[in-house]
């Protein structure tokens, strides 16, 4: 099993930036990709972006593409998410998950392990 630890979250003004950390812990050999998710108030979690350890691909959400960016540190079994040119409707709580599946990730079915999640509040 994998374990999961977010970090970074906080309290931002539109159009500033904040990165968001998951340091994995526990059986990282087999993990395939990390996700991060996300989910507003009164809303689904959703999906935003995903990166695989191997290859280091990645897939955003469209909501995201060219604002946030999704990395990896194979040596800290550490995942990023930086956020840039956040917006009030980026608040949520924001989860990174596991995966040893190399198909259907943007899909919450997919991953096995979640962090406790991280809020982030973007005032306008």
């Known amino acids: 099993q994998v374990q999961l630890v977010e970090s970074g979250g906080g309290l931002v003004q539109a159009g500033g930036s904040l990165r968001l950390s998951c340091a994995a812990s526990?059986?990282?050999?087999?993990?395939?990709?990390m996700g991060w998710f996300r989910q507003a108030p009164g809303k689904e979690r959703e999906f935003v972006a995903v990166?695989?350890?191997?290859?280091?691909?990645?897939y955003y959400a469209d909501s995201v593409k060219g604002r946030f960016a999704i990395s990896r540190d194979s040596v800290q079994n550490t995942v990023y998410l930086l956020m840039n040119s956040l917006k009030p409707e980026d608040t949520a709580v924001y989860y990174c998950?596991?995966?040893?599946?190399?198909?259907?990730?943007?899909?919450?079915?997919?991953?096995?392990?979640w962090g406790q999640g991280t809020q982030v509040t973007v005032s306008s």
């Open positions: 526990g059986r990282t050999f087999s993990s395939y990709a």
């Open positions: 998950a596991e995966t040893n599946y190399a198909s259907g990730i943007r899909l919450q079915s997919t991953y096995r392990s």
């Open positions: 990166i695989s350890w191997s290859g280091g691909g990645t």
